[in-house]
């Protein structure tokens, strides 16, 4: 039994120390998306190439995030030709709480 409880403990201890060993990997939170807005005179084979609409960024953030997507910041750049629409965001945090801790635990 003393065997058996020492080996217990050791494994244990095994495991506690070699998850101490991983390294810290920072996650950045935000991302990024951009989209093209055509203005002035655009040559037709730029304006066909580059036919995106600047919606398309809440688009892409909204299928990137599976929850709500919180925009930061917003910029206009001048491009040739065209302007470049970037933004900035992040994804909601996830949050348990009293109302909706049933989504925790049902499946």
Known sequence: MRHLFALGLLSILGASLTGSCTPFIPVKGDFGTSAL???G??????AEFNNY???VNALIADQICATAYVPL???SLRASPGELIAGEGRCRRYEVTVHN???VFLP
């Open 73 to 75: 910041d917003d910029k």
């Open 37 to 39: 807005k055509p203005t």
């Open 101 to 103: 801790i049933e989504e």
């Open 53 to 55: 609409d600047p919606g």
């Open 41 to 46: 005179n655009i040559p037709p084979e730029f």
